[in-house]
């Protein structure tokens, strides 16, 4: 099994900034991508951002360029640098992770518990 941890959530006013970490502990043999996903009351999860192994990102058009995502591998650890924050990104915020617990097995998904990021305008 693997457990993801996420810190750094809490209220700040529009135009601020935010750092969310998440770290990945348990048996892990190896992890493909980390990253982020959101969901806001009423409306379904996102994808916000995701970084694979080797460094390539993807983001959510609505954060690209606002929010910046990175990750530590020998930590097993993602982050979420938060800038120009929104009332709009409002939102329980989810670390994830693609991991193989041994070699040979299975990819699975794996969630953390969230953390809430509130904006206030």
């Known amino acids: 099994q693997v457990q993801l941890v996420e810190s750094g959530g809490g209220l700040v006013q529009a135009g601020g900034s935010l750092r969310l970490s998440c770290a990945a502990s348990g048996s892990i043999f190896s992890i493909a991508t980390m990253g982020w996903y959101r969901q806001a009351p009423g409306k379904l999860r996102e994808r916000v951002a995701i970084?694979?192994?080797?460094?390539?990102?993807n983001y959510a058009d609505s954060v690209h360029g606002r929010f910046t995502v990175s990750r530590d591998n020998a930590k097993n650890s993602v982050y979420l640098q938060m800038n120009s924050l929104k009332p709009e990104d409002t939102a329980v915020y989810y670390c994830?992770?693609?991991?193989?617990?041994?070699?040979?097995?299975?990819?699975?998904?794996?969630w953390g518990q969230g953390t809430q990021v509130t904006v206030s305008s």
């Open positions: 970084i694979t192994n080797s460094g390539r990102s």
């Open positions: 994830n992770c693609v991991a193989q617990t041994n070699r040979g097995s299975v990819m699975y998904v794996y």
